[in-house]
């Protein structure tokens, strides 16, 4: 899932094994999976992703963030 410029996208009761999130100019996320997430945020985005998955990858740029909750 992706989303931009002020977006905010509330995706945590979509459950996924799998996730692959991006964010950027100042978009909100937040997504749920299981097994594995790839979180990519960048230009004052932010993400939270649930459901404590095993592999997190984290990759945040210019006051972004990427967080497990």
């Known amino acids: 899932m992706s989303a931009s410029s002020h977006a ?3 995706g945590k009761d979509l459950k996924c ?3 692959r999130i991006e964010a950027r100019d100042h ?3 937040g997504a749920w999976a ?3 997430a790839d979180g ?3 230009s004052h985005a932010d ?3 649930y459901g404590q998955p ?3 990858q984290k990759s945040a740029s ?3 963030s990427v967080n497990r909750m």
Request: a negative charge; aromatic letters at 0%; glycine letters at 0%.
């Open 62 to 64: 210019d006051h972004a």
């Open 54 to 56: 095993a592999s997190l």
């Open 27 to 29: 978009a909100e996320v």
């Open 34 to 36: 299981s097994r594995q």
């Open 17 to 19: 094994e799998i996730a």
């Open 40 to 42: 990519r945020a960048s």
């Open 47 to 49: 993400i939270d992703v």
């Open 8 to 10: 905010s996208v509330d």
